[in-house]
């Protein structure tokens, strides 16, 4: 219990693993639901046209959070006309972490997206600050 009698549903809802893999790899619902679509159905090569319209999203949010998880390990990138991405973790370590990932936001889906939500900010804008451009003074 938090100290507003509030029940601390983080606490205790899924495993350190999640928790890790969460803060390391996955900034937002969106990107969750990216990652998870595409381990469903890992044989599979996608456009990020074809998972805009999977999950009802932008072609350009799409094509944003499938960047960003092949960036951090989790797809590879087809070369192409078209990139397509495919479910392809870097180690079968993570590939694992995404495993569990997949069961506890299928089991406990609220807990998974405030875990998502509750990440502190000040790591999602060291992370942004990293790839932002600056002039040599």
Not at 34 to 60: C, F, G, H, M
Not at 108 to 136: C, E, G, M, N
Request: charged share 30%; no cysteine.
């Amino acid at each position: 219990m938090r100290g507003d009698g509030l029940p601390d549903i983080m606490a205790d809802e899924f495993s350190d693993d999640v928790k890790q893999f969460l803060s390391e790899h996955i900034s937002s619902v969106a990107q969750l639901e990216v990652l998870l679509l595409l381990r469903a159905q890992r044989e599979r090569e996608w456009t990020a046209s074809e998972v805009s319209k999977a999950l009802y999203t932008t072609p350009d949010m799409a094509a944003e959070q499938l960047a960003e998880l092949a960036g951090r390990g989790l797809l590879a990138r087809g070369d192409g006309a078209e990139t397509k991405y495919r479910y392809w973790p870097a180690s079968p370590e993570l590939d694992a972490q995404a495993g569990l990932l997949d069961t506890a936001y299928k089991e406990r889906r609220v807990a998974v997206i405030t875990a998502i939500y509750s990440q502190p900010l000040d790591k999602v804008r060291t992370f942004a600050d990293a790839f932002r451009l600056r002039k040599d003074t």
